[in-house]
């Protein structure tokens, strides 16, 4: 679990398949999740994609 300064507590998992790895995120208080799918050698930079759809997904919302 990381904690965000804009989303708070977000979920986090990798899942790794072959030479991908999966970060999916999950805002803990709405229980909106998304997920990324990138190389498994960079799996800070699809972390941060992550993040980065789930505060879009958010702002959707309203």
Sequence with gaps: MTADPELGEVIVEFIRNGPYVKCSAVHAA?????????????????ERVAIAKLKRALAARG
């Design 30 to 46: 709405t229980g909106v999740e998304v997920s990324a799918i990138g190389p498994a050698a960079e799996p800070r930079a699809v």
